[in-house]
């Protein structure tokens, strides 16, 4: 009878805590529909390899599920790049063909990267791992797993939960920081949409010559921009309606799935419970916080300068969080004036920062890795 209950004792509290964490991730993606497909393996395999000698982890030379996963899917990058597929699937690109000086936002929207990158390397973290956990700021889950194990940064785990966790936090974190920036006049100003027409051949034309321009300046965002505009050129060929579909739901809705499990093999409580780890989520919020200003800024700044206005509100959209980022504009548009329909502008610096969140993360790896 004692050998049933042996196991009991090899159970700490710290595991007991990475349960709890566990529990709560759970509760988040089923009672407040928080990336359901993500949290809810994610919280789940936080349970599985912080129960005493699991097996879904390598003990000794038996090998763990979760750790052949994490070789085969995201050691190589191999999930998250087919994740971009997916979502390069589900991306319209026409919003930013036809306004292209949007791309600014998306560009302008990334600040917080590069800030956070300065701030957490004055912080003692090595560069590799400042690198990583500055790139949460671009609210690109995928994005922020290629970086960080690309760059092999010892806190993998933290990182994608602070990811995926701010950009299910959108609509809560955004709307305060844009009001503290902006007067209620520059929120209710309206921009014109004119929907004017892009032709076929531009939206075939656009993510090939995309990926090379991209490979160009950034060669090492090949990959991620590469995967994501082929999958966008799955979606605008016309030829190919069926894989476009299934990479825009079976195929993402699998690969998050398995992500969030094989992410779980970094949760274990020995290297998770730590104050590095509380350092790296405060971190990602002012990455997040700070691409928010950088945006928000950039359209008051373009104000002075053109008779044309436009409302700041949309450079808030630029990051990657594709599409809760325009949605929450929108919303806050209407909110101040309900003739103001800010979606379409704000859908496409929203796009715009899908592309430039892949290129930030790109010139990161450009400048460490030699």
């Known amino acids: 009878m004692g050998a049933i209950f042996q196991n009991f004792s090899n159970l700490t509290w710290q595991q007991a805590v990475m349960w709890a964490i566990g529990a709560l991730l759970i509760y988040l993606a089923i009672k407040k529909d928080m990336e359901p497909a993500l949290l809810l393996p994610m919280g789940f395999g936080a349970i599985l390899v912080n129960i005493p000698l699991s097996g879904a982890i390598t003990q000794g ?20 790049l087919l994740l971009f597929i997916g979502i390069g699937a589900m991306i319209d690109f026409e919003p930013l063909l036809t306004n292209p000086k949007l791309m600014l936002f998306g560009a302008a929207a990334q600040f917080g990267i590069f800030f956070t990158l300065v701030v957490a390397s004055l912080l003692g973290f090595p560069l590799k791992d400042a690198a ?15 970086v960080a194990n690309y760059l092999g940064s010892n806190y993998i785990g933290p990182i994608i939960i602070a990811a995926y966790s701010y950009m299910s936090l959108v609509p809560i974190v955004q709307p305060p920081i844009i009001k503290l920036l902006t007067s209620k006049k520059e929120r209710r100003i309206r921009m014109e949409y004119t ?13 090939i ?6 490979g160009l300046f950034a060669p090492r965002s090949v990959a991620l921009v590469g995967f994501l505009m082929f999958g966008n050129l799955i979606r605008e060929c016309g030829v190919l309606n069926s894989l476009s579909q299934t ?6 809705n699998l690969i998050t799935l398995l992500l969030g499990l094989t992410v779980a093999a970094n949760m274990q409580a020995a290297s998770f419970l730590t104050l590095k780890t509380l350092m ?3 971190l990602g919020l002012v990455a997040f916080v700070f691409d928010t200003v950088g945006g928000v800024l950039f359209g008051k ?16 959209a630029g990051i990657s969080a594709f599409p809760m980022a325009s ?41 460490i890795v030699k």
Request: charge should be positive.
């Open 247 to 252: 990479a825009q739901n079976a195929l993402a």
């Open 209 to 214: 010559i995309v990926t090379v321009i991209a």
């Open 301 to 316: 700044i373009i104000n002075l300068f053109v008779k044309k206005k436009v409302n700041p509100m949309i450079g808030a």
């Open 132 to 146: 990583s956990i500055a790139i949460i700021g671009a609210a690109d889950g995928p994005t922020s797993i290629f």
């Open 61 to 80: 030379l038996e090998i763990g599920v979760l750790d052949v996963l994490f070789q085969g899917g995201i050691a190589n990058e191999l999930f998250p």
């Open 195 to 207: 929907g004017s027409s892009v032709s076929k051949t531009t939206k075939i034309l656009f993510p």
């Open 280 to 282: 790296i989520i405060g």
């Open 327 to 367: 949605r929450v504009i929108h919303k806050m548009g209407l909110a101040e004036d309900k003739q103001n329909f800010l979606l379409m502008h704000a859908a496409g610096a929203n796009v715009a920062g899908q592309i430039a969140s892949v290129l930030a993360g790109g010139m990161l790896l450009n400048l």
